[in-house]
């Protein structure tokens, strides 16, 4: 008899401590914000650069990347919560393949045949 009151007093009590009344929840307003950044080393041949903006609704950015084929690929987009994402594409430069190919490079494995 003594659980079944504790058990009773244990629910009422959380019961109790839970309203029924919710309030609204406001989350805050993105932030505007603007970055940049630019990558160039020329020993390694590695050149890319980015940069984003936004206003807090809507953000607009450009990146551009050196591709293996000696091009660069630049793209422009913009982003917001009616048009999705849209990106605009544009290549320049001369894509350069090599005359002569090899054959494939393969690696031997070294050890037991345990994978």
Known sequence: MFLKAVVVLLVIGVAVSYPDVYEPVY???PLPYYFNYDVHDD???THFD???K???KAL???YTVALPDGRKQ???YKADH???FVAKV???GKAKHPKYYGPAITFKHKGDDYH
Do not use: L
Request: glycine share 16%; net charge negative.
């Open 82 to 84: 009616y048009k999705g």
């Open 90 to 92: 544009s290549y320049y």
């Open 27 to 29: 989350y805050p307003e």
């Open 54 to 56: 936004s206003d807090g």
């Open 60 to 62: 607009h950015g450009s």
């Open 74 to 76: 630049h793209v422009e």
């Open 50 to 52: 980015r940069n984003e």
């Open 43 to 45: 020993y390694k041949g």
